[in-house]
């Protein structure tokens, strides 16, 4: 199912054009919020709102704290559209459908993609309510070749061997670091390597002692297909990773993860990761298609 569906690019575009034709802003910024994360779009200033059901084209989200809405408006000076929700390969939809907003906000003009999740610690020193700036990913599904980007290549969005080398912005994650310390958040902001799994159940404890071994900080069921196909054409990304709980590595544990204890650590950190994207947001320099950071 994965790597046989194709979507063209007049499919992409004719969404991109459907949503310039209800909306006067043009955003710069996509922000993707992760489970329990959907807040991030309140702050929007002169917002259009759309339900993902209204949207030609557009895949349904089925998750509990994934609202299915893309809100479009103005945050500090940056014209922004927010997913309220986004699309999981464990729903069942084919990976091109979990990246297919990506593409489009590329042709709406969009240069720069904030990615949010919840994820669950492997990292000793990352706890409950910590936010973890991702250096990196180890894209599991795309190691065995379930990835976005299989099947014939679109030119027109990127080249065939894309490098992941540099996909999380360096200029971007020290940004966030700075602005973490310029607002006395350092003892629960730190940077680390996030682990897409395919879920939807949490690890198992000798999956989760694996990853641990691996040198994957953080775990969750997202994320690294949306960043590879927005770094194949061209957007520069940052993400966060909000830990909503520790993955149990011990048999003698009786921790048990669930996804309302999920959804609960989002609704109590919402205002510490709204205030950090949003400061970010508002130092990103957008120039004629090239965003630099200050
Ligand atoms: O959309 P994200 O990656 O934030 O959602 C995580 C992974 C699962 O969808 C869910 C588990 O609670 O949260
Ligand atoms: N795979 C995975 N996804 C998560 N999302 C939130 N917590 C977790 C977790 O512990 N494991």
């Known amino acids: 199912m994965h790597c046989t569906e194709q979507i063209s690019h007049d499919e992409y575009q004719k969404t991109a054009d459907w949503l310039m034709s209800q909306t006067k802003h043009r955003p710069q910024v996509a ?7 959907g ?6 200033k002169c917002q259009d709102s759309f339900a993902y059901s209204d949207i030609p084209g557009f895949p349904q ?6 609202a299915g809405r893309l809100v ?10 927010c997913m309220q929700g986004r699309f999981h390969m464990y729903e069942g939809h084919s990976l091109c459908k979990t990246t297919f907003p990506v593409r489009v906000f590329k042709l709406m003009g969009v240069e720069t993609l904030i ?3 919840a994820a669950g610690s492997l ?10 700036i991702i250096k990196d990913h180890v894209n599991f599904p795309g190691l065995v070749g379930l990835n976005p980007l299989c099947g014939p290549n679109d030119d027109k969005f990127g080249p065939r061997f894309p490098a992941m080398s540099g996909c999380y912005d360096k200029a971007l994650c020290c940004l966030a670091m700075e602005i973490a310390k310029q607002q006395g958040v350092t003892s629960f902001v730190q940077e680390g390597v996030y682990a897409m799994v395919g879920g939807p159940n949490f690890e198992s404890i000798a999956e989760a002692r694996l990853l641990h071994r691996l040198g994957v900080d953080a775990v969750g069921m997202s994320t690294a297909p949306e960043v590879v196909v927005a ?4 957007l520069r990304v940052f993400g966060l990773s909000l830990i909503t709980n520790k993955v ?3 048999y003698d544990d009786p921790d048990s993860v669930n996804h309302d204890g999920v959804l609960e650590v989002g609704r109590l950190r919402s205002h510490s990761v709204q205030q950090l994207v949003t400061e970010l947001i508002s130092r990103i320099e957008i120039n004629n298609n090239t965003n630099n950071a200050v």
């Open 39 to 44: 807040m991030l779009a309140d702050t929007l």
């Open 72 to 81: 479009f408006g103005e945050l500090k000076g940056k014209t922004c559209v």
């Open 248 to 250: 149990v590595k011990s």
């Open 231 to 234: 770094t194949h054409c061209g």
């Open 31 to 37: 922000i993707i919020c992760g489970s329990g994360l």
């Open 123 to 132: 990292a000793d020193g990352l706890r409950p309510g910590d936010i973890m």
């Open 61 to 66: 989200s089925t998750v509990q704290g994934h």
């Open 115 to 117: 990615v949010t999740n």
